[in-house]
């Protein structure tokens, strides 16, 4: 049984950072893409990086571009999303999400649709 446990999230005046962990358990296929998503209410889901659990270039944003960065710890199979600069606009709850599934391609690596598993989230509230 595939597990995703996300953790760091919590409320931060703008400006500031926060570190986001994302630790995995379970067989979660072949790939081993995985990716950080953020949603507020009555917004789509947004990509926002992601990296390969063995390693590898991350993918980000345009609005993650400079700001974070996605890295992983493999040998304790967890990823981690060091968000700074933080501004309001990043308050959302913040996924991880892994299984990924089709092509391979940085696009389809922030796409939602493309993965198959995903964690409970966790909250980042960026205050003015």
């Known amino acids: 049984q595939v597990r995703l446990v996300e953790s760091g999230g919590g409320s931060v005046q703008a400006g500031g950072s926060l570190r986001l962990s994302c630790k995995v358990s379970?067989?979660?296929?072949?790939?081993?893409?995985m990716a950080w998503f953020r949603q507020t209410p009555g917004k789509e889901r947004e990509g926002v990086a992601s990296v390969n659990l063995r390693g590898g270039i991350p993918y980000y944003s345009n609005s993650a571009k400079g700001r974070f960065t996605a890295s992983q710890e493999s040998a304790t199979n967890t990823l981690y999303l060091q968000m700074g600069s933080l501004k309001p606009e990043d308050t959302a709850q913040y996924y991880c999400?892994?299984?990924?599934?089709?092509?391979?391609?940085?696009?389809?690596?922030?796409?939602?649709?493309?993965?198959?598993?995903w964690g409970q989230g966790t909250q980042v509230t960026v205050s003015p």
């Open positions: 379970g067989y979660i296929g072949d790939s081993y893409r």
């Open positions: 999400a892994a299984g990924f599934h089709g092509p391979s391609s940085e696009f389809r690596a922030l796409q939602g649709d493309s993965y198959n598993y």
